[in-house]
């Protein structure tokens, strides 16, 4: 089986065609105009399918199109009710627009959501039944798969992983709460930390790293620490506390067999999981007696989105 497979995001549209074993065949893509209509953008993407489908072999049978998309979805009905990124696609009927086009039946997820599904069935998930993903990155995204299954909630509007409060009136969080999970393990919290530590200690290596990296970004505490600088040491075991805290919670509620870390923060591998593997080891993952849970990075990197999607398609 084939299927197209779309990842959309707020500065570009990527796909590809995916086989039912998880390959990426072939890859596409287009920068998106914040200028022109959702409906617009659509159909210009709609011409670079065509050209790709036929550039790769067009006597492929496609299955479908499966499509990740950031906001909040009316999923059943394939429409974009509110895309904080995209504006201008707010209320459009993407699925069906992309439907008469193709020819070819579409379905849509949230983008976190679909990550997560192809994650759980071609990548470091694939060997379990249920996992939580967690995408460290501007925010905190994610999604849950029990048993086997991609669980998205009421009108598909659950699983906001990034929105679980876990210190009352703490930091502001982008929507609009405070003290949300979001707001102390994501990628911009971890920068907002180092900063402020940075401001507190002029001598701290981490002032040297931005130099070298020309800018302030989460690589900054990671090198500097690994280098023994004590500030950035304090800002790496707070980020390691509310990161782990976090994915005790979700080991309380769902009991995981897997915890998948995915986004820019997870690509320092083992010095980041080492430590939070440590933690919850220490703090008996979440309850005396309970199973391990174990921790992995993200293994299909770009392709996740695309090939999620395509998954839809497959199920």
């Keep these: 089986?084939?299927?197209?497979?779309?990842?959309?995001?707020?500065?570009?549209?990527?796909?590809?065609?995916?086989?039912?074993?998880?390959?990426?065949?072939?890859?596409?893509?287009?920068?998106?105009?914040?200028?022109?209509?959702?409906?617009?953008?659509?159909?210009?993407?709609?011409?670079?399918?065509?050209?790709?489908?036929?550039?790769?072999?067009?006597?492929?049978?496609?299955?479908?199109?499966?499509?990740?998309?950031?906001?909040?979805?009316d999923m059943d009905k394939g429409v974009v009710i509110t895309s904080p990124n995209l504006p201008k696609w707010n209320g459009l009927h993407i699925s069906k627009l992309i439907s008469k086009r193709m020819g070819l039946p579409v379905y849509i997820n949230n983008d976190a959501n679909v990550a997560t599904l192809g994650e759980a069935r071609f990548g470091s998930g694939k060997e379990y039944s249920n996992l939580i993903m967690l995408t460290l990155g501007t925010?905190?995204?994610?999604?849950?798969?029990?048993?086997?299954?991609?669980?998205?909630?009421?009108?598909?509007?659950?699983?906001?992983?990034?929105?679980?409060?876990?210190r009352v009136n703490g930091e502001k969080c982008g929507c609009g709460r405070?003290?949300?999970?979001?707001?102390?393990?994501?990628?911009?919290?971890?920068?907002?930390?180092t900063k402020k530590e940075m401001d507190k200690c002029p001598d701290s290596l981490m002032h040297d790293?931005?130099?070298?990296?020309?800018?302030?970004?989460?690589?900054?505490?990671?090198?500097?620490?690994r280098r023994g600088d004590k500030a950035a040491i304090r800002v790496m075991k707070r980020y390691v506390n509310y990161l782990s805290e976090g994915i005790l919670n979700y080991c309380n509620i769902f009991r995981p067999e897997v915890v998948v870390l995915s986004g820019g923060v997870a690509n320092e591998g083992d010095y980041l999981l080492d430590q939070v593997r440590h933690y919850l080891k220490n703090h008996k993952y979440g309850m005396k007696g309970s199973p391990k849970v174990e921790l992995k990075?993200?293994?299909?990197?770009?392709?996740?989105?695309?090939?999620?999607?395509?998954?839809?398609?497959?199920e």
Excluded at 34 to 40: F, I, L, P
Excluded at 181 to 193: H, V
Excluded at 297 to 314: E, Q, T
């Design 1 to 73: 089986m084939f299927a197209i497979g779309i990842d959309i995001g707020g500065t570009s549209i990527k796909g590809a065609i995916v086989n039912d074993t998880g390959k990426v065949l072939t890859r596409f893509a287009m920068d998106v105009n914040k200028n022109a209509s959702g409906e617009d953008e659509v159909n210009r993407f709609c011409d670079v399918m065509i050209k790709s489908i036929n550039d790769y072999d067009n006597s492929i049978k496609l299955e479908g199109i499966g499509i990740g998309m950031p906001g909040i979805l």
């Design 139 to 166: 925010g905190v995204g994610g999604g849950i798969i029990i048993d086997n299954k991609l669980y998205d909630g009421n009108k598909h509007m659950g699983a906001e992983l990034g929105h679980m409060v876990i």
């Design 178 to 193: 405070r003290g949300c999970f979001e707001a102390y393990a994501s990628a911009t919290a971890l920068i907002r930390d």
């Design 209 to 225: 790293v931005s130099k070298e990296l020309g800018k302030i970004n989460a690589k900054v505490v990671f090198e500097a620490s």
């Design 297 to 314: 990075v993200a293994s299909l990197g770009y392709d996740s989105g695309k090939i999620g999607a395509a998954c839809l398609v497959f």
